[in-house]
T-cell receptor, first 114, second 113 residues
Framework: AQSVSQHNHHVILSEAASLELGCNYS??????LFWYVQYPGQHLQLLLK??????LVKGIKGFEAEFIKSKFSFNLRKPSVQWSDTAEYFC????????????FGTGTRLKVLA | NAGVMQNPRHLVRRRGQEARLRCSPV?????VYWYRQLPEEGLKFMVY????????ESGMPKERFSAEFPKEGPSILRIQQVVRGDSAAYFC???????????FGPGTRLTVL
C-alpha cells in the first residue's frame, strides 16, 4: 500500500533561514507528487507538483522541490523563508497507474519567527 | 481554486443526528474527492466521485457514511447517527482532469456533542 511520510511535524525558523521539509513515499511504480500549503484559517492550496521531466520543480512563492527517485523522496525547499510562510505543508502522492487515490502525509507545521 | 464551495463551514450535531455536508466543485469540473482530517493528522481519502457515479469509496467507513454527486447540484457527504469520533474537518476537492490537479474547498468542521 502507498504511504507518505513527513518526518518533521513541527519546524520553527527565523526569517531569512533556509527551509527543507522532508517527504518520502512508498510505492515502486510511477508517481505524481504534490506539495500543498494551508495557511492559518485558509484551505489547501497547491504549491507545486511533479508528473515527469525535470526532477527539480519550481512552484509559487519561491518554493521548489526535488524528486529523487532512488530515495523515494520529494523534499520541499525555500532558500529564505518569510514570516508569511507560516503554515502547514502537506506532501501528497498519486500512483500513476489508474488509481484515483491521493495519499497525503500528516503535514509539517512551519512557524517563522519575525 | 476559490471556485470550490463547501457549506456549512461549521456544523454542530448531537450524537445520533444526521450530518449533511455539501460541496460545489469548480464550474466545469465533474470529479470530486472527499477527505477527512482529524486533529494532528493528515488528510485521509474517503471517496472519489464522478457525476452520478462513485469511482472509489475504499476510504469510506462501511456504515453510516454515504456520498453522492448528482447530475445537478452539489456533492453531498452524509453521515447518519453521528458519534463523537466523527468530529473532524471534512474537505472536498475538485479535480481538474486535464492537469490532474485537485483544488480544495475551505472545509466543513463538524463537531459532535
Amino acid at each position: 500500500a502507498q504511504s507518505v511520510s513527513q518526518h518533521n511535524h513541527h519546524v520553527i525558523l527565523s526569517e531569512a533561514a533556509s527551509l527543507e521539509l522532508g517527504c518520502n513515499y512508498s510505492y515502486g511504480g510511477t508517481v505524481n507528487l504534490f506539495w500543498y500549503v494551508q495557511y492559518p484559517g485558509q484551505h489547501l492550496q497547491l504549491l507545486l507538483k511533479y508528473f515527469s521531466g525535470d526532477p527539480l520543480v519550481k512552484g509559487i512563492k519561491g518554493f521548489e522541490a526535488e524528486f529523487i527517485k532512488s530515495k523515494f523522496s520529494f523534499n520541499l525547499r525555500k532558500p529564505s523563508v518569510q514570516w508569511s510562510d507560516t503554515a502547514e505543508y502537506f506532501c501528497a502522492v498519486n500512483a500513476d497507474s489508474g488509481t484515483y487515490k491521493y495519499i497525503f502525509g500528516t503535514g509539517t507545521r512551519l512557524k517563522v519567527l519575525a | 481554486n476559490a471556485g470550490v464551495m463547501q457549506n456549512p463551514r461549521h456544523l454542530v450535531r448531537r450524537r445520533g443526528q444526521e450530518a449533511r455536508l455539501r460541496c460545489s466543485p469548480v464550474k466545469g469540473h465533474s470529479h470530486v474527492y472527499w477527505y477527512r482530517q482529524l486533529p494532528e493528522e493528515g488528510l485521509k481519502f474517503m471517496v472519489y466521485l464522478q457525476k452520478e457515479n462513485i469511482i472509489d469509496e475504499s476510504g469510506m467507513p462501511k456504515e453510516r457514511f454515504s456520498a453522492e454527486f448528482p447530475k445537478e447540484g452539489p456533492s453531498i457527504l452524509r453521515i447518519q447517527q453521528v458519534v463523537r469520533g466523527d468530529s473532524a474537518a471534512y474537505f472536498c476537492a475538485s479535480l481538474e482532469s486535464t492537469t490532474d490537479t485537485q483544488y480544495f474547498g475551505p472545509g466543513t468542521r463538524l463537531t459532535v456533542l
